[in-house]
């Protein structure tokens, strides 16, 4: 062979060689993107406690679904079933808990049952708003405190969305003084349930579409759900004309939460992908909560009417939950080690709050 062809064939084989070697390269597998494997298309069920598209809540999951389409280039997709389809509103947990579903979405107050500390990741009544949750959560030790408390269900969770402060809850008569408490049928979950008990009312479990039919027919005396906007919609308004405005979930934290086994199973990009699309729906949530309850407020049934609780309830309220707190941190370790973690950031960020957006707020008004 001449020098020149020679040279000239060498030289294409080893174009042809780095081509190749490229395209290998550009080819991953789902479990640890490794060279020579063809990047696996992956679907995940995830089951939430919403109807399906629900306002701002169903609809946020949505758009996380697909936006984890849209950052993965179609390499997974996560099918979205609302309530009552694969399961239960309220079954979600253990369904995902048990590997039936791959994730879910949900609030975490609802879980209470399977550990008391859970309350506390879902909001305190009378403590931190949104931001400051998520700030907890996030560089506070709250994140890690949730995830080791979650891997003993096999679960791994992340922040789904927030909804900001929600209103104090619809009653059919004004509560005019602790005693117009005593022995009402009130749906109030978590922490906040706690309270209620402990000032005279029986506090009830509900998922969202029992809660209308309930107040209306009397199963039910009075109802929280969110703000305005939500609790236009589901109709309220038609079955209780006093409206109150909120103390016990200031900063409610939703969750998206999967399976741990099946999460640990993901590429390290399909997690990456999973983690920003759950922060930017937390983000966009908060923001559409705050703008449609604005609106939704400017528009309330001429019936209704907004008030405050008395006073003499507020200072029992917080009376109580201290009781409740202590009550519950008696009973359980795990509870009152996130309390302890929670109560640590508190006290941290208070005073800083106190001369920032307390002081700022104060000019304001």
Same mark, same amino acid.
């Given at each position: ?29 789902? *479990? ?10 992956? !679907? ?5 406690? =919403? $109807?399906?598209?629900?306002? %701002? ?9 697909? /936006? ?28 995902? #808990?048990? &590997?039936?579903?791959? &994730?879910?979405? #949900?609030? @975490? ?21 949104? *931001? *400051?949750?998520?700030? =907890? ?9 949730? /995830?080791?408390? +979650?891997?003993?269900?096999?679960? +791994? ?7 900001? $402060? ?22 109030? $979950?978590?922490?906040?349930?706690? @309270? ?15 809660? +209308? ?6 199963? %039910? ?21 006093? +409206?109150?405005?909120? =103390? ?8 998206? !939460?999967?399976?741990?086994? /099946? =999460? ?6 399909? /997690?990456?992908?999973? !983690?920003?699309?759950? *922060? ?21 049934? #001429?019936?209704?009417? @907004? ?24 009973? #359980? ?10 109560? !640590? ?21």
């Amino acid at each position: 062979m001449k020098r020149r062809d020679f040279l000239t064939t060498t030289a294409l084989g080893a174009t042809a060689l780095a081509a190749s070697a490229c395209h290998r390269a550009e080819e991953v597998s789902e *479990e640890g993107s490794l060279p020579g494997k063809k990047r696996k298309k992956v !679907t995940l069920k995830l089951a939430t406690s =919403w $109807p399906a598209h629900f306002p %701002i809540m169903g609809t946020g999951v949505d758009t996380f679904a697909k /936006r984890c389409f849209e950052l993965s280039g179609g390499s997974l997709e996560i099918k979205v079933f609302p309530k009552n389809i694969l399961v239960p509103a309220l079954q979600v947990f253990d369904a995902t #808990s048990a &590997a039936q579903i791959d &994730a879910f979405h #949900s609030g @975490v107050y609802y879980w209470k049952g399977k550990n008391p500390a859970f309350s506390i990741f879902g909001g305190m009544p009378l403590g931190l708003t949104s *931001e *400051e949750m998520i700030t =907890w959560m996030k560089f506070g030790g709250g994140y890690d405190l949730w /995830r080791e408390l +979650y891997a003993k269900f096999n679960l +791994y969770p992340l922040i789904g969305g927030t909804t900001g $402060p929600q209103m104090g809850g619809w009653f059919k008569k004004p509560i005019d003084s602790l005693a117009d408490l005593k022995g009402l049928k009130m749906r109030i $979950p978590g922490l906040g349930g706690e @309270v209620m008990k402990k000032l005279g009312v029986n506090p009830v479990l509900l998922p969202a579409g029992e809660i +209308y039919t309930a107040l209306e027919r009397g199963t %039910i005396d009075a109802t929280e759900w969110v703000g305005p906007a939500l609790d236009s919609m589901m109709g309220f308004a038609k079955a209780a004309d006093y +409206y109150y405005t909120g =103390w016990h979930e200031p900063g409610s934290i939703l969750e998206i !939460t999967f399976n741990k086994a /099946r =999460w640990e199973k993901l590429s390290d990009e399909h /997690r990456a992908i999973i !983690t920003a699309a759950s *922060e930017e729906m937390t983000g966009t949530m908060l923001q559409e909560f705050r703008y449609k309850n604005a609106k939704a407020l400017q528009v309330l049934p #001429s019936n209704v009417k @907004v008030k405050t609780f008395p006073k003499e309830m507020m200072d029992a309220a917080k009376v109580a939950l201290s009781e409740v707190l202590a009550e519950e941190s008696k009973k #359980s370790a795990d509870f009152k080690r996130v309390l302890q973690s929670y109560e !640590t950031f508190y006290a941290l960020n208070k005073p800083y709050d106190d001369i920032s957006t307390r002081n700022f707020l104060n000019i304001r008004s």
